[in-house]
């Protein structure tokens, strides 16, 4: 089960592979300026999780007119992310959690996907500028998508 509503979100400080080269995304650097649309996704260069970030790609502008910015993470490295996001036109901020220790911070490990080792759930939360979780929905299968129309709702009544 993923962190409930109401709990602190854990903060951290994860790598992402842009022009510039290799960046820090820290989710405190949003506290206190924006609500933070968490997303994670179990790996890069697969279908669903293809189609899940070029459609929140395309709704980009939507996030920012409710007044929050757009972090995916998944267990690839930020290199893979790099690739793919190039590969596929991805313009949402992707953080990578080699390490897998925010997965586990966030409770949404998705223990041996396809066999080949645990990944991210599928899931996201809704942080505000406080750093409080204001939405959290796992998915119940990495096939299925979060209700985003129910994230956006939350947004709609923070801002």
């Given at each position: 089960?993923?962190?409930?509503?109401?709990?602190?979100?854990?903060?951290f400080?994860?790598?992402?592979?842009?022009?510039?080269g290799?960046?820090?995304?820290?989710?405190?650097?949003?506290?206190?300026?924006?609500?933070?649309?968490?997303?994670?996704?179990?790996?890069?260069?697969?279908?669903v999780?293809?189609?899940?970030?070029?459609?929140?790609?395309?709704?980009l502008?939507?996030?920012?007119?409710?007044?929050?910015?757009?972090?995916?993470?998944?267990?690839?490295?930020?290199?893979a992310?790099?690739?793919?996001?190039k590969?596929?036109?991805?313009?949402?901020?992707?953080?990578?959690?080699?390490?897998?220790?925010?997965?586990?911070?966030?409770?949404v490990?998705?223990?041996?996907?396809?066999?080949?080792?645990?990944?991210?759930?599928?899931?996201?939360?809704?942080?505000?500028?406080?750093?409080?979780?204001?939405?959290?929905?796992?998915?119940?299968?990495p096939?299925?998508?979060?209700?985003?129309?129910?994230?956006?709702a939350?947004?709609a009544?923070?801002?």
């Open positions: 089960m993923p962190l409930p509503i109401g709990s602190k979100a854990p903060d400080t994860l790598k992402s592979k842009t022009a510039a290799l960046v820090d995304v820290k989710l405190s650097d949003h506290f206190g300026k924006s609500t933070t649309v968490l997303l994670f996704f179990p790996l890069a260069f697969t279908g999780c293809t189609t899940e970030m070029c459609d929140q790609t395309a709704g502008g939507d996030y920012q007119k409710l007044g929050a910015g757009v972090v995916a993470i998944s267990v690839d490295s930020p290199f992310q790099e690739a793919w996001a590969t596929n036109n991805i313009k949402v901020t992707l953080a990578s959690d080699l390490n897998k220790v925010v997965i586990k911070q966030y409770e490990v998705f223990p041996m996907l396809a066999g080949v080792g645990d990944t991210a759930a599928r899931a996201a939360f809704v942080i505000d500028k406080n750093g409080v979780i204001q939405y959290s929905e796992q998915t119940p299968t096939k299925d998508l979060p209700n985003f129309e129910a994230i956006k939350v947004l009544k923070l801002k």
